[in-house]
């Protein structure tokens, strides 16, 4: 099966602090990562220097808010970050103190990005989002 360009997934790389319940923290490349064939979500991927990822799966839709005012009341929170950092904090878990603080420039490409594409990718996966509902509510 040939894949088109706009069915590749979309990844931004940048660089986030890692805040720790101490006040400590320490600088970790990170990507962005948008999926077409899971239109709804971004996944935020911490790349450890011993080649270990770690990542968190969210609706995309809090960086994109979570740039102007605090959203997000369950696992995922993200609001402007502190001053004097230019971008946002993401707070991993409710019981969690870790925070990630990304730069708004890459935070603002990868929404920017994902923003123009998102449309068309839900209608192309509608068929199969309805199909899920049907089997899930017929119980069958």
Known sequence: MTRRPDDAQLTVGTTGFVVLAEGEGTLVPAELVYRP?????????????????????????????????PVGDG?????????PVDGIEVSLGPRSAARVWLPGDGVTEFVRKVHGRVALDARRIAPALDRELATITNGT
């Open 37 to 69: 064939a899971d239109c709804l979500a971004a996944r935020l991927v911490l790349l450890g220097s011993d080649g270990l990822a770690v990542g968190w799966t969210f609706a995309w839709e809090l960086l994109a808010r979570g740039l102007m005012s």
């Open 75 to 83: 696992d995922i929170a993200v609001r402007p970050a502190p001053s």
